[in-house]
């Protein structure tokens, strides 16, 4: 049985020479595309902070993901997205 992936992707919005970090996911409503935020990481270099935070159990697992579907193997692509700037699916992510 396969078993369902969770919808949603990193985004990153730039304001005033700073990153933010998001988690969100697209959808289409009367044909045009929208976009739900899930959960906000924060600004970089901190996003990154706090995503390792999550893995090392210095902070709870956020409520938000959970309920979403995501886990802790998704915490670790979202992190090797930002260290790396390329998504697992190999797309650029430059911050």
């Known amino acids: 049985m396969m078993q369902h992936r969770p919808t949603g992707y990193l ?6 020479n700073t990153t ?5 996911r697209s959808y ?6 929208k976009h739900q935020y899930i959960y906000a990481f924060g600004k970089m270099p ?3 902070d706090n995503l390792y935070a999550i893995t ?3 902070k709870p697992f956020p409520l938000e993901l959970e309920q979403a579907g ?7 692509d979202w992190i ?12 650029a992510f430059p911050l």
């Open 70 to 76: 995501f886990d802790i193997s998704n915490v670790m």
């Open 80 to 91: 090797m997205t930002l260290e790396t700037q390329i998504t697992p699916y190999g797309r």
């Open 20 to 24: 933010y970090i998001y988690l969100r």
């Open 28 to 33: 289409r409503e009367n044909g045009k595309i």
């Open 56 to 58: 090392n159990n210095e």
């Open 46 to 48: 901190i996003a990154l």
């Open 11 to 16: 985004s990153r919005k730039k304001k005033n």
